[in-house]
């Protein structure tokens, strides 16, 4: 054979060769990859199915699971038996820890270490197991909302440093947890700024001062300085108030009042105020009433208004109510029904005292059965 011959003939086999080798690389490269992206892909099916079927046998409901929050069920790593096993033993039921799952399955993204550590901080704060317990039962998000542990051990020790008692701190847990779960930056934030509002009402005991009102309203430290400064201002503009009545106040029974939004505060003392000048009440008498019974800037405007309306047609006076504003506390079937007994039993509402009509349903049984008797 000529030697160009041979020359072409060895050119074709090392290019078909070569051709032939760059297309076995690209097909061992092509399912190389394939099998890692559908892999995966097959894995989380058969984990998520695994899943899923170990949270039925466990109780949970997958449905409301998924449906609050779906992106956890495409994490990897998830281990349903160690939160069953932790939860378990600390006391929880099979069934409260299925309702824990089915309301917040985030729980399920927590690890062993991270859940234990987490409890132990916790215990800090809480004197057995079965308190944060029940406190999961009623809120399982408190406890697994967040996963930072040195943030929280933060907020503990600076809440214990500032003079709050481990009763304070064990309301706060149960009552508002998520301020355990605000940044130390934020919590120290509000700390200063009511110190500094203390101060600035001539208190000269700002732990003391702080300590109370955290106490009366656990809320206040998951709200903003902004709102807190604007309620104040509304109270002591609005009441007319001193000084020293407005810390007696923010200390005490309004003590609530300062974490609601500013604009609805205003809205509802302007209706109460209208509602009350209509019935022929003065000035005075509106500041009496609601200084005495803050939480009435809690109702609505149509709440509150149906509810004077209803005591009003049953012959109760106007002056009655503001002398025992703690009646609203009740719904309007209660009131309507209670005054229906009352009224069958021979009891004068119009003369008589009118406090029954907001006691609770025991003693208030106990009452009707007496004057039936009577």
């Known amino acids: 054979m000529a030697p160009h011959n041979l020359l072409y003939l060895r050119s074709n086999i090392l290019c078909g060769s070569r051709c032939r080798m760059i297309q076995f690389s690209a097909d061992i490269l092509f399912k190389s990859v394939s099998c890692r992206l559908f892999g995966v892909k097959c894995g989380n099916e058969h984990s998520e199915n695994e899943l899923l079927k170990n949270l039925l046998v466990m109780g949970v409901d997958v449905d409301m699971a998924k449906k609050r929050q779906p992106g956890v069920f495409n994490r990897t790593g998830i281990n349903e038996q160690d939160l069953k096993v932790f939860l378990l033993s600390k006391g929880a039921s099979k069934e409260v820890i299925a309702s824990i799952i089915?309301?917040?399955?985030?729980?399920?993204?927590?690890?062993?270490?991270?859940?234990?550590?987490?409890?132990?901080?916790?215990?800090?704060?809480?004197?057995?197991?079965?308190?944060?317990?029940?406190?999961?039962?009623?809120?399982?998000?408190?406890?697994?909302?967040?996963?930072?542990?040195?943030n929280l051990e933060n907020n503990i020790k600076f809440l214990y440093s500032v003079g709050l008692t481990r009763k304070c701190l064990c309301r706060l847990l149960t009552n508002a947890p998520r301020t355990f779960s605000n940044s130390l930056h934020l919590n120290k934030q509000m700390v200063e700024f009511l110190q500094e509002v203390c101060l600035s009402l001539g208190h000269s005991d700002p732990i003391d001062f702080v300590r109370k009102i955290i106490f009366k309203n656990p809320f206040i430290l998951i709200q903003s300085t902004k709102r807190i400064k604007a309620n104040i201002k509304f109270l002591q503009s609005t009441f007319n108030l001193k000084n020293e009545e407005l810390l007696v106040l923010i200390c005490g029974p309004g003590a609530e009042i300062l974490d609601l939004s500013n604009d609805y505060a205003k809205r509802n003392y302007t209706n109460i105020k209208e509602k009350?000048?209509?019935?022929?009440?003065?000035?005075e008498e509106v500041w009496k009433f609601v200084l005495s019974y803050p939480d009435v800037i809690f109702l609505g405007e149509k709440k509150f208004n149906d509810k004077i309306d209803c005591l009003i047609e049953e012959k109760i006076s106007i002056l009655q109510i503001i002398e025992t504003p703690r009646i609203l506390d009740s719904s309007i079937s209660t009131l309507k029904s209670r005054i229906k007994e009352l009224v069958n039993a021979g009891y004068n509402l119009s003369t008589s005292n009118i406090t029954l009509l907001s006691w609770s349903q025991k003693r208030y049984k106990a009452k009707l059965e007496k004057l039936n008797i009577g």
């Open 102 to 150: 089915s309301r917040y399955p985030r729980a399920l993204t927590r690890t062993p270490e991270n859940l234990s550590k987490r409890w132990d901080l916790w215990r800090r704060i809480m004197a057995s197991d079965l308190e944060i317990v029940n406190i999961l039962k009623r809120s399982p998000e408190s406890f697994f909302r967040s996963n930072n542990n040195l």
């Open 276 to 283: 009350l000048f209509s019935l022929g009440c003065t000035e």
